[in-house]
């Protein structure tokens, strides 16, 4: 599937090298950015260089790390900086999954973007040992956990999905 139906390319989100490069009429299905658009300090700019390429009706799906309340709550009890938004000069950029990146997918696609939250167990701050293997039952549980309302909580990713209208 690699090289025919899937591309996989290593480049600037703000600046992707498509036009010329791989082919100008470029148009794309889906697009699943998993933990990496959070570490790009202008989060409007990379959703925008992607929609260029969009088919209309294509998927964007953006995984980040969510605003967990129940680990910022242990790393304040133990003391811990629990990090948000931060810049760390010239080297890390981090912006948890929040209210202002769906709001520019959405005017961004133009769609009504759905959001979800997961890995609620398999979250490595727990540093709980469990097989994952998707037959598992704590990785089934794992499944079912997001659709409660405490997996704002404990989740690990809050991810936002829309069709590009």
């Not at 950015?33 to 700019?45: D, R, W």
């Not at 680990?71 to 999954?97: E, T, V």
């Not at 794992?142 to 829309?162: A, G, Y």
Request: overall charge positive; hydrophobic content about 40%; charged content about 20%.
């Amino acid at each position: 599937m690699v090289g025919t139906q899937v591309i996989l390319v290593r480049a600037d989100a703000t600046s992707l090298p498509f036009k010329g490069a791989l082919n100008p009429k470029i148009e794309l299905d889906r697009v699943f950015t998993a933990q990496s658009f959070h570490h790009i300090p202008n989060f409007y700019i990379a959703c925008k260089e992607g929609y260029r390429f969009f088919k209309v009706s294509g998927l964007f799906v953006n995984y980040s790390f969510s605003i967990n309340s129940l680990i910022k709550f242990i790393y304040q009890c133990l003391g811990k900086d629990y990090q948000i938004n931060c810049l760390a000069k010239n080297r890390f950029h981090l912006a948890r999954a929040n209210n202002a990146q769906c709001r520019i997918i959405s005017e961004i696609f133009g769609g009504d973007v759905t959001g979800r939250y997961t890995e609620c167990l398999l979250h490595p701050d727990f540093k709980l040992t469990f097989s994952v293997h998707t037959s598992s039952w704590v990785s089934r549980l794992d499944v079912l956990l997001p659709q409660l309302v405490i997996s704002k909580l404990m989740s690990r990713q809050h991810s936002f999905e829309v069709n590009k209208l």
